[in-house]
Every structure is written in C-alpha cells, then in structure tokens.
Nanobody, 123 residues
Framework: LLQLVESGGGSVQPGGSLRLSCVASGSYDRNCMGWIRHSPGKEHEGVAAIYGRGGSTYYADSVKGRFTISQDNAGNTVYLQMNNVKPEDAATYYC?????????????????WGKGTQVTVSS
C-alpha cells in the first residue's frame, strides 16, 4: 500500500516562494508523480507531473515558468518549488502517484493521493 504525505504548505505573500514536499512510502510501482490542486468552487487542476526517475516533466500553463517539480535520487520524495506565487495559486495541493500516466497530465490516471497541504496567498 502506498502512502503519500505532503508538507510545506502555509501562507505566502504574492510574489513569494514556497516549497512543497511529498514523501512516498510503501510498495508500489509508481512511474509518475504529480501535484494536483483544488480550491473551493473550482475543478481539480493537474499542476505538474514528473515521469520516471528525473525524466520528462509536465506543467499546467497556469504555473509554467514559476513552478518546478523535482524528486530525490531514490524517487521517494517529490518537491514542488513554487516561485512568484499568485493569489490564484491558493489551494489545497495534493501529491499523487500513478503506475502509468499520460502527457499532458490527466488527473484520472493518478490512483493514489495524499491528504493534501494547504497554500494560502495573502499580503
């Protein structure tokens, strides 16, 4: 059983930076990891994904150039570096894993999700 635990959420000012972390534990052949966000009244949005061990990455247009997804060498921890944060980035961010997933990122491909970490943006 795969467990995903996110951390690093909190409050950030517009234009600031935040780094989210996700630690994966358990036996599961996860070939891609991603970050999905959700805020009240909006649909879930696939923000970023990383395929394989340091392979290809995907970013939603809304975060391209500002967010960076990465993972450690062991592939057990995935990060989301958030720079130049905007008010519309406020959401609960979920780490998710999949055995196989498509490019562009398709949320339905991700069968395992963490419980989420909240990001608020306020000045």
């Amino acid at each position: 059983l795969l467990q995903l635990v996110e951390s690093g959420g909190g409050s950030v000012q517009p234009g600031g930076s935040l780094r989210l972390s996700c630690v994966a534990s358990g036996s599961y052949d996860r070939n891609c990891m991603g970050w999905i966000r959700h805020s009240p009244g909006k649909e879930h949005e696939g923000v970023a994904a990383i395929y394989g061990r340091g392979g290809s990455t995907y970013y939603a247009d809304s975060v391209k150039g500002r967010f960076t997804i990465s993972q450690d060498n062991a592939g057990n921890t995935v990060y989301l570096q958030m720079n130049n944060v905007k008010p519309e980035d406020a959401a609960t961010y979920y780490c998710a894993a999949s055995r196989a997933c498509r490019i562009p990122m398709v949320i339905a491909d991700f069968g395992y999700w963490g419980k989420g970490t909240q990001v608020t943006v306020s000045s």
